[in-house]
T-cell receptor, first 112, second 114 residues
Framework: GDSVTQMEGPVTLSEEAFLTINCTYTATGYPSLFWYVQYPGEGLQLLLK?????DKGSNKGFEATYRKETTSFHLEKGSVQVSDSAVYFCALSEGGSYIPTFGRGTSLIVHP | EAGVAQSPRYKIIEKRQSVAFWCNPISGHATLYWYQQILGQGPKLLIQFQNNGVVDDSQLPKDRFSAERLKGVDSTLKIQPAKLEDSAVYLC????????????FGEGSWLTVV
C-alpha cells in the first residue's frame, strides 16, 4: 500500500541553522502530500501541503516541494528557532481525500 | 472557534479491563476520525465516520475495539478487553467533508495498559 518514509531523529540544531527533514513516498497513484507538526503538549497540526507534482507548500517559513521524479517531499527551513522544536510527520493521502497516512515522525530539537 | 475536544486526557488500566474515550468534533464537521498512535510510530487510522455512518473501519480490531457516533456529532471509542499492546495515544480528528478538506486533530487521549 501507499506509504511514506522519513528520516529518523532526533535532529538537533542550533538556532538559525538550516533545516532539512527528508521524506520519500511510495504510491500507486497521484497522492497529495503533507507535513504535520506536533508541538509538545499539543495536537497534530497541518503545516503545509502539496497536491500535485512540482507544487511547493509553504507556511511559517517552512517549505516542501512535491518531486514526482524522486518521489520526495523534503521539509526545509532556512533559519530555525527554538520554538520550532516539535515532532514533524510526513504524510500522504490518496488523491483528493486528504485523509493522511503518516510516517513515523522526526523529532526536531533546536538549542539557543 | 473551539477545536476538537477529547477526554479523558490520560488513563491507566490493567489488561483485560475496559476503557472508553470520548470526542467532540469541531462544530459543523461531518467527518470524524479515530487514529491510534503507538510510541515511536506515526498515527494509524482506525475508523472514519461520515455523519453517523461508518465509511472505513478496515483497520479497527473489531474483536476488542468498537466505536459509535450515534447522533452524528460526538463519538466514543471503546476497548474491551484491553491488551498491553493497546498502550498508545488515541487521536480524534474531524473535517468539514471527506475530500479536499483540512483535518483538525484533538490533543489525544493517552492510554497505558499495565
Amino acid at each position: 500500500g501507499d506509504s511514506v518514509t522519513q528520516m529518523e531523529g532526533p535532529v538537533t540544531l542550533s538556532e538559525e541553522a538550516f533545516l532539512t527533514i527528508n521524506c520519500t513516498y511510495t504510491a500507486t497513484g497521484y497522492p497529495s502530500l503533507f507535513w504535520y507538526v506536533q508541538y509538545p503538549g499539543e495536537g497534530l497540526q497541518l503545516l503545509l501541503k502539496a497536491t500535485k507534482a512540482d507544487d511547493k507548500g509553504s507556511n511559517k517559513g517552512f517549505e516542501a516541494t512535491y518531486r514526482k521524479e524522486t518521489t520526495s517531499f523534503h521539509l526545509e527551513k532556512g533559519s530555525v528557532q527554538v520554538s520550532d522544536s516539535a515532532v514533524y510527520f510526513c504524510a500522504l493521502s490518496e488523491g483528493g481525500s486528504y485523509i493522511p497516512t503518516f510516517g513515523r515522525g522526526t523529532s526536531l530539537i533546536v538549542h539557543p | 472557534e473551539a477545536g476538537v475536544a477529547q477526554s479523558p486526557r490520560y488513563k491507566i488500566i490493567e489488561k483485560r479491563q475496559s476503557v472508553a474515550f470520548w470526542c467532540n468534533p469541531i462544530s459543523g464537521h461531518a467527518t470524524l476520525y479515530w487514529y491510534q498512535q503507538i510510541l515511536g510510530q506515526g498515527p494509524k487510522l482506525l475508523i472514519q465516520f461520515q455523519n453517523n455512518g461508518v465509511v472505513d473501519d478496515s483497520q479497527l480490531p473489531k474483536d476488542r475495539f468498537s466505536a459509535e457516533r450515534l447522533k452524528g456529532v460526538d463519538s466514543t471509542l471503546k476497548i474491551q478487553p484491553a491488551k498491553l499492546e493497546d498502550s498508545a495515544v488515541y487521536l480524534c480528528a474531524s473535517s468539514f467533508g471527506d475530500r479536499g478538506n483540512t483535518i483538525y486533530f484533538g490533543e489525544g487521549s493517552w492510554l497505558t495498559v499495565v
